[in-house]
């Protein structure tokens, strides 16, 4: 059984840091791109954020290009979301997804229904 849990989510104030871990559990193999989205309530989940299996390959949506990096110890199951220059915008829960595949070059990785497991998500305020 496939599970995702995130963590690392806090109040911060704005130009400040956090960094956000997403632990898998339940996957067999290394073959598995996920991807980091945030959704504030009434809105639509928005993609931030994508890694390929190998962590070769990412990408950013524009609004946090140069201020976020995605990465991936896959000795320890584990993705982050490493989030600087922090906006009061930024304010969101964020939530990882991941999508278990070898093919996958990351089109249309934002779309939320590209992805088969989801975790919880945790809460990220930006505030001062």
Known sequence: QVQ???????LVQPGGSLRLSCVASGF???YYAVG???????KEREGVSWISGTGGT?????????????SRDNAKNTV???MNSLRPEDTDVY???ARRTSSWNGSTWNRANNYDYWGQGTQVTVSS
């Open 58 to 70: 990412t990408y950013y949506a524009d609004s946090v290009k140069g201020r976020y990096t995605i």
């Open 95 to 97: 939530y990882c997804a």
């Open 36 to 42: 980091w989205f945030r959704q504030a309530l009434g």
């Open 28 to 30: 067999t193999t290394d």
């Open 80 to 82: 982050f979301l490493q």
């Open 4 to 10: 995702l849990v995130e963590s690392g989510g806090d």
